[in-house]
């Protein structure tokens, strides 16, 4: 199985800053890399995939980047409805696999 | 508007069964593949199975291979995940989500998810 590593599991940043989220695969996954945003009892919604393509209606602040076994999140200024759980995932092989999440929270 | 809706989870003792449902619209169902992937309380997402867009193939994780079955009723818009031999580690909120274009499901992300239904296995 590949195993997806998020850092950090956790950051307190403001309204403002740019806050980047790091996601590294075990192996090469290429760009089949997706990530989600979660809200408290909320389902995850879809931001990116291939690693860097934005889903359609999902704001620019948000930009992913990377290749073959490391990969970035970036917000460029956080806004109060971006403080959320972020998740990395693999959809290059099954199983796939997830990160263990990073909580973005308020300064 | 795409909507995936999931029924059907409770309170089940361990070694019981309990069946999901997932009702599909605002999109060409039986063109998609499925997944269902389960979320523990407190906890991160963990996949679970998924299954090709006419129902032939189908994919597990390890923890729950041999215990659960996905299948669907593409008549009926619905996704279905037959769960037996729960455990205490099966209580989750069950998601079901939509894989992001139409054919072959391979190397496509998840990009629609429902609101989830809590399962939880509790003597």
């Known amino acids: 199985d590949i195993q997806m590593t998020q850092s950090p599991s956790s950051l307190s940043a403001s309204v403002g800053d740019r806050v980047t989220i790091t996601c590294r695969a075990s192996q090469g996954i290429s760009n089949f890399l997706a990530w989600f945003q979660q809200k408290p009892g909320k389902a995850p919604t879809f931001l990116i995939y291939a690693a860097s393509s934005l889903q359609s209606g999902v704001p620019s602040k948000f930009s992913g980047s990377g290749s073959g076994t490391d990969f970035t999140l970036t917000i460029s200024s956080l806004q109060p409805e971006d403080f959320a759980i972020y998740y990395c995932q693999q959809y290059y092989s099954y199983p796939l696999t997830f990160g263990g999440g990073t909580k973005v929270e308020i300064k | 508007e795409v909507q995936v809706v999931e029924s059907g989870g409770g309170l089940v003792q361990p070694g019981g069964s309990l069946r999901l449902s997932c009702a599909a619209s605002?999109?060409?169902?039986?063109?998609?593949?499925m997944h269902w992937v389960r979320q523990a309380p407190g906890k991160g997402l963990v996949w679970v199975s998924r299954i090709d867009s006419d129902g032939s193939s189908a994919s597990y994780a390890d923890s729950v291979k041999g215990r659960f079955t996905i299948s669907r009723d593409n008549a009926k818009n619905t996704l279905y995940l037959q769960m037996n031999s729960l455990r205490g580690e099966d209580t989750a909120v069950y998601y079901c989500a939509r894989v992001m274009g139409q054919g072959s499901g391979w190397y496509f992300p998840i990009d629609y998810w429902g609101q989830g239904t809590l399962v939880t296995v509790s003597s």
């Open positions: 605002g999109f060409t169902f039986s063109s998609y593949w």
